[in-house]
């Protein structure tokens, strides 16, 4: 994929402004908030049983995020993402936190068996225990496990029959049959809680754009993660700390220009 096209899908994203429904947690709700509207989406979060459905029909994309589940969350999910896939509204999953407990677990596959999800987006341990491979995990964060993240995300959309990103140092994309790797990003994203999350409502808003410009989701989920590297490396600048660094991150989401996209972007067909 070219550096042009991601530039194209970020214009696209801007000038649709897609409403991104999201289920999230509630450590990361205003930040995925504040990400999406600098990114120039439209984000609402919405729970409620009796209005999920609704919301999920009329979004441009509807993510789904289990970092703080509980039972009636789930139940809410589960509609929204059967709306969503009854209107033809791409569903993106962050299965976090997978393999900590048995509920993430049990949950994340639930959430796959019965809502076709579209991009399923975690780190290599969450993705893992999500198809039922082991890799060391800490409560929500990946651990050390080490292992092919490549392989490891193309046996899942192989498994799951759907796109895959497994983010960390470099980040992977696959549909399962072309893959893409994306470098770049910065470190100091791990100290900063929520920039995984945020990510995964990014590649909805750009599930949406990509919809939109009848291009395939797999560029646009590589779209997003190659100009959220980019934001990322300018914002970190020098000397990063987590304080600043995600009040500039917000701001690089809004200001990053197609040139500096085709300057910084490092994606590469594996
Ligand atoms: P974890 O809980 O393991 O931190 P996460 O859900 O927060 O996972 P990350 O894997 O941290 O998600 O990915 C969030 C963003 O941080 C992505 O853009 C990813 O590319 C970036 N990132 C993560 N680790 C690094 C790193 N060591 N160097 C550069 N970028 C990184
Ligand atoms: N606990 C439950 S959800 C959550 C924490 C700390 C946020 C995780 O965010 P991310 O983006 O996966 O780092
Ligand atoms: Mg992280
Ligand atoms: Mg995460």
Request: aromatic share 4%; charged share 15%.
């Amino acid at each position: 994929m070219e550096n042009q096209a991601i530039a194209a899908l970020w214009q696209q994203v801007r000038e649709t402004n897609p409403l991104v429904h999201n289920i999230t947690n509630v450590v990361v709700t205003n930040f995925t908030a504040n990400g999406l509207l600098a990114l120039g989406a439209s984000p609402v979060m919405a729970y409620a049983k009796e209005e999920v459905a609704d919301m999920a029909a009329i979004a441009g994309a509807l993510v789904l995020n289990i970092g703080t589940l509980s039972a009636g969350e789930v139940e809410a999910m589960l509609l929204a993402g059967q709306s969503a896939n009854a209107h033809g509204v791409p569903v993106v999953f962050d299965p976090v936190g997978a393999g900590a407990t048995a509920f993430r677990t049990d949950t994340s596959r639930r959430l796959l068996r019965e809502v076709k999800v579209d991009v399923l987006r975690g780190n290599a341990a969450e993705i893992a225990h999500v198809v039922g491979e082991s890799w060391t995990i800490k409560g929500v964060d990946a651990g050390s496990g080490g292992g092919d993240a490549v392989a490891l995300a193309q046996r899942a959309a192989q498994q799951l029959g759907c796109i895959v990103v497994i983010t960390g140092e470099e980040d992977v994309a696959t549909d399962g049959d072309t893959t893409y790797v994306v470098a770049g990003g910065h470190p100091i994203l791990t100290r900063v809680t929520g920039t995984g999350c945020l990510l995964t409502s990014v590649i909805g808003a750009f599930a949406a754009a990509a919809r939109g410009a009848s291009r395939p989701l797999l560029e646009g989920a590589v779209a997003a993660l190659a100009g959220y590297s980019v934001a990322a490396e300018q914002a970190a600048g020098e000397r990063p700390a987590p304080g600043s660094f995600a009040v500039r991150f917000l701001d690089r989401l809004a200001e990053l220009s197609g040139a500096d996209i085709e300057r910084g972007a490092r994606v590469r067909r594996v």
